[in-house]
């Protein structure tokens, strides 16, 4: 049988494989097809019968998305089957689809946070009746309790399933169903308990009518009155592609564009809610500490300030980057305080021991995201993708689910919504892996990939502990010359493009735990909020950030720089794939592009920097024609063209395996960050997912 | 078809099968491989469904979806789907009033009538704790319509009047008999049979046909007499206490015609004259069944010695006879009468001796 089925669809002649859809060979074809329950990245359900086609010779017209191309038998004359996707037959069948749809449908568009993005009221004007037939009393259905994030009006539901789908498949997390029968079918969770799930905000971008719609974002604007701007998200390293929606100056909403590499098309839920954060707990002037209390400034006084706290020896500055740094504003830093004499820079808050010997490939994930899905094994060591890369997590649940993929895990047990073997908690468990099945299993597979996260590399021994994953992976065969299976994961969306730049103690310099013990006389803290600021005694504190979190609180000086949604900065994420967001709204009041504030204070310093605008900078950063850095290309994951690099053994590592347990890198999935900790959803998220946490005596 | 919701509050926070019902669950589970034991979902939720006197309670809910490792939305689904599931608390007797088509064409609603007089509401339980009622879709009892079901019970051919003495005699506590209210077995004709009655119509006779083909006593007695009434004659007087086949044509064992049988392989047992006290019965050993005992008593083996006895060409005869061939070596007749002649016991004929295998009381497969 070949592997391939003819068809002749709207009198065109057409071959397409026979794994296919009917629907999909339509769009081959190219007609357009209308439906509701039908998604690609979900299972078929063929319930809205809104994709009808035409076969002729059929008694009845076909749900295209249910019809498998393979399992439809030629003409009696053995000619290829004809199907219609146009003419009266086929949009008389639609026509009562949709009839049957709008029946129990409230058609409250006017005041419906889909309305203009609905793909019922799209198809309804396409397929629909002018009006309507229906003179009965419409059934009405109770709005559910989904969590602080979704919004339902159930009575708008037209029972396609997407939701229920998506969590029990794409989320792994069953919580979602679609209760009692017939007419009084309803979709709700179990008895009205929050999702839980990381991704859940997904279901309102696939839910498509208002039944499922943002809460945060219900009633704000509609969407012919958004400007919508294609960006990148920092919430975790993935950078996932986003589209973020913004009215006047503030941004309404977050939304995933589709990048099969990165986020497919989903978004976790603290990347597409995170977005109130961005107008609450803002920087927007300078201030100056005085007499223990903080007041506005001007920028010049600010940098007056600066200048006077870093005019002590070079040796007693700290420079410490957080984990949202773009790379223009690392690189001018960087660029600013070496020209100073500082040594002491340090872009590795949480201490993870990488990225001190230079070599790229031993910090990114060599193995892609996208690349998980032709992996057979995966370890993952002292990482949780679940909160670390949610989306990623997905995109591994996948192919558990599809392509049999055997996972292992190092570290805190946890649930990571597919079977992975434990393998234990800390080091001990790696160097005993080999004699395990696991590590057997692994030693034979085609295709196996080792991935660690900070957890692993952030102990005493984190340097041996890279070491030996790469010598395992060199072991089991997960460095050959086409597959790059080993590598990190980070979770701070900056980290990579820091390390890119070389924001780390230079010699002599000292890391970021020796920088806030208390020897500096000034402390530069860049967006760092997540390290403990106490042990940092009478040091003066110059923080430069966006919002006022812990590191503000602490500040003697701060200098207000833009959040992300509000400049063109370049950040790298954990494949090394260096990206680009955009500007959607205007910085903060006085606040300023991180870079343009080493800039000028470099003039203040005199020690002026050699570029006068960011695109100079990243030519900088480009290096001179010819040359080919890490920034000449946008866009895409080196994976395994740095094979050569993983192959050689690490050198340096001095530090022996200990025995101690790898920690959990993130504790509050919804509070990693400065922008985060500013959102009130995510204060909403977070203490509803603590009180899951805490087992509590009655209901 | 009102909104189906848990009763939060009757349902408590706990919940435990009884321990007599583990026997039954472990018998649905044991139905489905380890990797598909949420098949068992609708018979567990049954039996939590009886532990829970006649209601699914939330947390009986949860403790079937703990036990089969589902995720609670999945078993509510289920349990919201199927009305048999009753998400509220009901009476000690729940009626299930049936209200389709034939039953309410025989009067269904006024029984319903009588249900809100004496109970109240659908679903609505007495102060008592004794009774509750709800409509439903056709039982499938419709040759008895109306009929209600309580409990586990249908009662049948209800009226008005025989319908309140019942749910009187249950608010009293009292069981009532159930099946049809009225002069009939089960949905037989009322008032016995009317139609059909002419014996005519069972021997033949009306269709002129002399002899029914494929009777086991043909070979016996000839062709018998068109009077004849179609039962199997009485045996030689020695057997007396041997059970008439009640049916007329035993099936398999009697499909060769006469002169067949006359033709078969190997060698007739012989035959001997036993007295009825010293007959052994023969549904001990194991694959002879009432029929495959009439069939040898036929051929006048009634003694487990007989069959000890039996050489291979006996075995051949037989087989081809009963027309099951290999039967008698696979299942070791002889061996197994070997012993049982010697007055020693089979792990079958213990089972027997102890009634634990139907079959071997009154019909076999």
């Known amino acids: 049988m070949s592997d391939t089925f003819k068809l002749n669809i709207d009198g065109k002649d057409i071959e397409v494989p026979r794994h296919y859809t009917l629907m999909q060979a339509c769009e081959e074809a190219g007609a357009e097809i209308p439906r509701f329950c039908y998604h690609e990245r979900l299972s078929v359900a063929g319930n809205c019968r809104m994709c009808l086609v035409e076969w002729e010779g059929a008694p009845k017209p076909i749900a295209s998305c249910a019809q498998t191309v393979g399992d439809m038998r030629p003409n009696r004359d053995g000619s290829a089957p004809n199907i219609r996707t146009k003419g009266d037959y086929v949009d008389k069948a639609r026509?009562?689809?949709?009839?049957?749809?709008?029946?129990?449908?409230?058609?409250?568009?006017?005041?419906?946070?889909?309305?203009?993005?609905?793909?019922?009221?799209?198809?309804?004007?396409?397929?629909?009746?002018?009006?309507?037939?229906?003179?009965?009393?419409?059934?009405?259905?109770?709005?559910?309790?989904?969590?602080?994030?979704?919004?339902?009006?159930?009575?708008?539901?037209?029972?396609?399933?997407?939701?229920?789908?998506?969590?029990?498949?794409?989320?792994?997390?069953?919580?979602?169903?679609?209760?009692?029968?017939?007419?009084?079918?309803?979709?709700?969770?179990?008895?009205?308990?929050?999702?839980?799930?990381?991704?859940?905000?997904?279901?309102?971008?696939?839910?498509?009518?208002g039944a499922l719609t943002s809460k945060p974002y219900a009633f704000n604007a509609r969407p012919w009155e958004l400007r919508k701007t294609s960006s990148i998200d920092v919430m975790d390293a993935m950078g996932a592609s986003i589209r973020v929606d913004a009215k006047g100056d503030g941004v309404m909403r977050i939304l995933p564009e589709t990048n099969e590499e990165i986020n497919e098309e989903w978004l976790s839920d603290k990347s597409r809610f995170v977005w109130d954060g961005l107008a609450r707990q803002r920087l927007d002037k300078p201030y100056i500490r005085e007499n223990g209390r903080l007041r506005a400034a001007n920028w010049g006084e600010a940098f007056a300030a600066v200048k006077e706290a870093l005019s002590v020896s070079a040796d007693k500055i700290g420079v410490v980057a957080g984990d949202l740094i773009e790379v223009e504003?690392?690189?001018?830093?960087?660029?600013?305080?070496?020209?100073?004499?500082?040594?002491?820079?340090?872009?590795?808050?949480?201490?993870?021991?990488?990225?001190?010997?230079?070599?790229?490939?031993?910090?990114?994930?060599?193995?892609?995201?996208?690349?998980?899905?032709?992996?057979?094994?995966?370890?993952?060591?002292?990482?949780?993708?679940?909160?670390?890369?949610?989306?990623?997590?997905?995109?591994?649940?996948?192919?558990?689910?599809?392509?049999?993929?055997?996972?292992?895990?190092?570290?805190?047990?946890?649930?990571?919504?597919?079977?992975?073997?434990?393998?234990?908690?800390?080091?001990?468990?790696?160097?005993?892996?080999?004699?395990?099945d696991f590590g057997k299993a692994l030693a034979s597979a085609e295709r196996p990939m080792i991935v660690i996260g900070e957890g692993a590399l952030c102990g005493e021994d984190g340097e041996a502990v890279l070491?030996?994953?790469?010598?395992?992976?060199?072991?089991?065969?997960?460095?050959?010359?086409?597959?790059?299976?080993?590598?990190?994961?980070?979770?701070?969306?900056?980290?990579?493009?820091?390390?890119?730049?070389?924001?780390?103690?230079a010699d002599g310099g000292a890391d970021t735990a020796a920088i806030l013990s208390g020897g500096m006389e000034t402390v530069v803290l860049l967006g760092a909020d997540e390290v403990d600021l106490s042990g940092l005694g009478d040091s003066k504190v110059i923080y430069v950030g966006s919002h006022g979190d812990a590191g503000a609180a602490r500040a003697d000086i701060i200098l207000p720089s833009a959040a992300y949604t509000e400049m063109a900065a370049t950040y790298v994420n954990t494949e090394g794939r260096v990206q680009m967001t955009s500007r959607a709204v205007q910085p903060k009041g006085e606040a300023r592009e991180g870079w343009a504030i080493f800039r000028a204070l470099s003039d203040v310093m005199g020690k002026t920097l050699p570029y006068d605008t960011a695109d100079a900078l990243r030519g900088v950063l480009c290096g001179a024609d010819g040359e080919n850095t890490v920034f000449s290309g946008l866009g895409f994951a080196p994976g395994v063209r740095g094979i050569e690099a993983l192959k050689q053994p690490m050198t340096s590592a001095s530090t022996t395996l200990t025995s101690v347990s790898f920690g959990a890198v993130v504790d509050d999935f919804y509070m990693t960050n400065p922008i985060a900790r500013a959102s009130k959803t995510m204060a909403e998220c977070s203490a509803l997912a603590s009180a899951l946490d805490t087992p509590v005596a009655a209901e | 078809m009102a909104l189906r919701r848990f009763d939060l509050e009757a349902g408590g926070d706990t919940f435990a099968f009884k321990p007599e019902t583990e026997e039954k669950i472990a018998f649905w589970r044991g139905k489905y491989p380890a990797e598909k034991q949420r098949s068992a979902v609708i018979p567990l939720l049954w039996l939590a469904q009886k532990d829970n006197d006649g209601w699914l309670s939330e947390p009986a809910m949860r403790e079937v979806a703990d036990r089969l490792e589902m995720p609670y939305i999945r078993v509510y689904e289920v349990a919201t789907f199927y009305t048999m599931f009753r998400l509220q608390p009901v009476?000690?007797?729940?009626?299930?009033?049936?209200?389709?088509?034939?039953?309410?064409?025989?009067?269904?609603?006024?029984?319903?009538?009588?249900?809100?007089?004496?109970?109240?509401?659908?679903?609505?339980?007495t102060d008592d704790g004794r009774l509750s009622w709800e409509e439903v879709e056709c039982l499938g009892a419709c040759v008895n319509a109306p009929m209600v079901q309580i409990n586990d019970d249908y009662y049948e051919d209800l009226t008005e009047d025989s319908f309140q003495k019942i749910i009187g005699k249950l608010k009293n506590g009292v069981e009532a008999q159930a099946g049809p209210q009225v002069d009939r077995i089960n949905s037989a004709p009322e008032g016995g049979t009317a139609t059909l009655t002419d014996p005519a119509l069972f021997d033949g006779s009306r269709n002129e046909v002399s002899r029914l083909p494929s009777l086991v006593e043909d070979k016996e007695a000839d062709a018998p007499d068109a009077s004849s009434s179609g039962k199997p004659e009485e045996s030689a007087p020695t057997n007396t206490k041997r059970e008439v086949p009640e049916k007329s044509n035993t099936g398999k064992t009697t499909l060769i015609s006469n002169k067949e049988k006359e033709e078969l392989a190997g060698e007739r047992p012989e035959t001997v004259e036993v007295a009825a006290e010293e007959q052994d019965d023969l549904k001990r050993i194991k694959g002879i069944g009432p029929k495959n005992e009439g069939a040898l008593n036929e051929l006048g083996i009634f003694t487990f010695k007989q069959i000890a006895a039996w050489t291979p060409e006996n075995v051949d005869w037989v087989e081809d006879y009963m027309s099951f061939p290999g039967r008698i070596?696979?299942?070791?007749?002889?061996?197994?009468?070997?012993?049982?002649?010697?007055?020693?016991?089979?792990?079958?004929?213990?089972?027997?001796?102890?009634?634990?295998?139907?079959?071997?009381?009154?019909?076999?497969?």
Not at chain 1, 134 to 139: H, L, P, S, T, V
């Open chain 1, 95 to 209: 026509n009562g689809v949709m009839e049957f749809l709008l029946i129990n449908h409230p058609l409250d568009c006017p005041i419906c946070d889909q309305g203009g993005e609905c793909d019922l009221q799209d198809q309804a004007m396409a397929y629909g009746r002018a009006g309507s037939r229906y003179e009965e009393n419409k059934r009405a259905v109770e709005d559910k309790n989904m969590g602080p994030l979704v919004k339902t009006i159930m009575t708008r539901c037209i029972q396609c399933t997407r939701c229920v789908r998506f969590a029990a498949e794409v989320a792994g997390v069953e919580e979602i169903g679609m209760i009692s029968r017939g007419e009084n079918a309803e979709i709700t969770t179990y008895l009205e308990k929050s999702l839980t799930s990381e991704l859940s905000g997904n279901v309102i971008d696939l839910c498509p009518v």
């Open chain 2, 91 to 125: 009476g000690k007797y729940h009626i299930q009033l049936c209200g389709t088509t034939p039953c309410q064409l025989r009067g269904a609603e006024s029984l319903k009538d009588v249900c809100k007089k004496e109970i109240g509401n659908p679903m609505y339980v």
């Open chain 2, 329 to 365: 070596e696979r299942e070791d007749w002889i061996g197994q009468a070997k012993t049982l002649a010697e007055g020693g016991e089979t792990e079958f004929s213990k089972r027997v001796d102890a009634g634990d295998v139907p079959s071997s009381q009154d019909d076999e497969d």
């Open chain 1, 329 to 436: 504003q690392a690189k001018a830093a960087l660029d600013l305080f070496r020209a100073l004499g500082v040594n002491s820079t340090d872009c590795r808050p949480a201490g993870a021991k990488y990225g001190t010997d230079g070599v790229r490939e031993r910090y990114i994930l060599n193995g892609t995201l996208a690349g998980v899905e032709e992996a057979d094994m995966l370890l993952l060591i002292g990482t949780n993708p679940r909160v670390e890369a949610a989306v990623w997590n997905a995109r591994i649940r996948k192919t558990w689910l599809w392509a049999d993929l055997k996972v292992g895990r190092i570290g805190e047990a946890a649930d990571l919504t597919y079977d992975h073997e434990w393998l234990g908690q800390g080091a001990d468990a790696l160097t005993n892996i080999r004699d395990t």
């Open chain 1, 467 to 505: 070491a030996s994953a790469l010598k395992l992976a060199n072991e089991v065969g997960a460095i050959k010359d086409d597959w790059a299976g080993f590598g990190i994961l980070h979770t701070a969306a900056g980290r990579v493009g820091a390390l890119d730049v070389g924001f780390v103690p």
